[in-house]
């Protein structure tokens, strides 16, 4: 057994820290404020490699594994989650997905762009099938060569925004969710539209908005995997996808973790630091332990999903510790920096609007506890649905 990151490991987790000070660190705050979406910033990851980061060096990737773009993505969350999320969404749901199941000649089209500078998403969600995904009711119908897509799709990441949409769609609705196929989308295809960002607590600038499809076709050959083949590809996607919030949750617990013991440090009352009072002492110290915590199963669960086997129920125990600790990382840190915790201006407010999706995409808190009492009990009640 071998606790230490290797040394290509620590490269990566080293120098994405460093790009993280130096490019993210300083504009999360006005980001967040204007809520703007972060093309620049985007630019930027493309630039140093990080969307695109697990695509393969032939196709213009840094051909990184997923431990090595957990690492990563933890320094980025730690900046600025909303960036973390578009990064996420962009290399774990997206280009696996074309990388996985794409045809050769898909590949060889989209793969390059998405590494260089095309943002990817991910459509599964629809206003009636949430945690129920297998409920999704947009409908593909073959036409010779081409399907036809049309439906709505609810709460997607980068919508609008994104070029191109990895969409689920029915193509057999007898079959349930054996009838749900995957198909790759770009945001020009006629009949698509979305609609406008939506108001929301957190990762403010990674906007999250409704897309629509009406007949939108779509070559066979962008078809992702075989017909009825969808639900399965979700599945094995959003395994490496809730690592990659794992990571986020993990990087925010971090940062909040770090400026509480900063804080406590620095401020002084009844002639002390802060941190010499035991009230104080005992919550860092609880807090570090369970983020240390969260950091193992964070890596452990991106290690695991390099190794043969299903581990969709250690993946599920690394995002719902994780995301529960950010959540309360981001509440300490509030309560230890007193009055100006409530203040938007030290940052700490933000990590608990940004620690909160954590516990709600890419499956609930709830649907991970049905995922890792399945596994414990075995499927007593849950439907195949539970996402
Ligand atoms: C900011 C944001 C970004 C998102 N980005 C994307 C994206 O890019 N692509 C995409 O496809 N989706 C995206 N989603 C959708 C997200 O994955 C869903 O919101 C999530 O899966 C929950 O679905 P729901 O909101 O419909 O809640 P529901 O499924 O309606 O759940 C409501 C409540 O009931 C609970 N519940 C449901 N079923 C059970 C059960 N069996 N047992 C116990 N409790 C249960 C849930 O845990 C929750 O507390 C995003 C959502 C948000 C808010």
Do not use: C
């Not at 629809?126 to 010779?144: K, N």
């Not at 599920?316 to 920096?337: G, N, P, R, T, W």
Request: hydrophobic letters at 45%; a negative charge.
């Amino acid at each position: 057994m071998d606790f230490a990151l290797g040394p290509s490991e620590k490269a990566i987790q080293e120098a994405a820290r460093e790009f993280a000070r130096r490019e993210l660190v300083s504009g999360a705050m006005r980001r967040d404020e204007e809520a703007s979406f972060p093309w620049p910033e985007l630019r930027r990851l493309w630039d140093a490699g990080y969307l695109g980061f697990t695509i393969p060096e032939r196709w213009g990737g840094a051909g990184a594994d997923l431990l090595g773009h957990t690492l990563a993505l933890v320094e980025i969350a730690k900046a600025d989650a909303a960036l973390a999320v578009l990064m996420e969404v962009h290399n774990t749901l997206h280009a696996a997905a074309v990388l996985r199941w794409g045809g050769e000649d898909l590949k060889d089209e989209v793969l390059p762009r998405l590494a260089r500078d095309r943002l990817g998403a991910f459509a599964l969600t629809e206003p009636q099938a949430g945690s129920d995904a297998a409920a999704i009711e947009t409908r593909a119908v073959q036409e010779g060569d081409l399907w036809r897509l049309t439906g709505q799709k609810a709460f997607i990441t980068g919508a609008g925004e994104a070029d191109y949409y990895v969409v689920f769609a029915q193509t057999d609705p007898a079959r349930g969710h054996r009838g749900i196929t995957a198909f790759e989308v770009p945001k020009d295809a006629p009949g698509l539209s979305f609609g406008p960002p939506q108001a929301k607590m957190g990762i403010r600038a990674a906007h999250t908005g409704a897309m629509f499809l009406d007949g939108v076709p779509v070559p066979d050959a962008w078809r992702l995997g075989a017909p009825g083949e969808g639900f399965r590809v979700a599945l094995a996607l959003l395994d490496q996808g809730r690592v990659g919030i794992a990571a986020q949750a993990l990087g925010i617990a971090e940062a909040a973790l770090e400026k509480a013991v900063e804080y406590a440090g620095r401020r002084v009352q009844f002639g002390r630091p802060i941190g010499h009072f035991q009230g104080i002492r005992w919550r860092l110290a609880d807090l570090a332990t369970e983020v240390e915590a969260a950091r193992w199963l964070v890596y452990r669960a991106a290690w695991l999903l390099g190794q043969p086997g299903r581990h969709t129920a250690d993946v599920s125990k690394a995002k719902l510790f994780a995301s529960q600790v950010a959540v309360k990382a981001a509440l300490e840190a509030i309560q230890i920096h007193g009055g100006y915790g409530y203040m938007r201006e030290y940052g700490v407010e933000r990590l608990l609007r940004d620690a909160k999706i954590t516990e709600i995409y890419e499956g609930t808190s709830e649907i991970h506890r049905l995922v890792v009492a399945d596994e414990l009990l075995g499927r007593l009640a849950a439907g195949p649905g539970a996402k």
